[in-house]
């Protein structure tokens, strides 16, 4: 009788010790600053944080290439380029690669050196940043520091606003 009331007690303190740990902080708060990304791009080539420019703000965007709202926000990027000619845009989707190359062909994506656009192939993206809306975009200064998360589309005056504040 003992050992059984031994073995209950001992049970539910593991319990409420798994349930008080709730759910857990998303990487992109615990690691805010540009994660060690790996995307597959349009000619099968990996792109990674490390190819990325030092020094300049960056813009990553996680998209789904039949979503209106990241076409709609792909159109307002692209139609303020020259604001953002100084940011280094990251485009990442998750779908097949046909896909992908549609949206980067309609969206004329291919005349702006600052845009790399890729594959999400290891499904690292919407984990990290916990991503529950289309178009996800994460604001890093130019040290790579997060400056702000947004999920749905976002004015361009409101992003550009996120970089100018730093």
Known sequence: MKFSLFVISILLVTGSLASAQGPQEAGYLRFPTV?????????STN??????KRNTPTLIMYFNPECEHCKHQADSIVANMEQF????????????????????????????????????????FQPFYKI???PFLALYDKKGKLLTTFEGTTPVAKLLEAFNKN
């Open 35 to 43: 994660p060690p990304f790996t995307v597959v791009t349009l000619d």
């Open 47 to 52: 792109f990674t944080k490390d190819q990325l």
């Open 85 to 124: 000619k100084k940011v280094q845009i990251l485009m990442a989707s998750y779908a097949q690669p046909e896909e992908i190359s549609t949206f980067y062909n309609d969206h004329n994506l291919k005349l702006y050196p600052n845009i790399h656009v890729g594959r999400d192939t290891k499904y690292f």
């Open 132 to 134: 529950l809306n289309l």
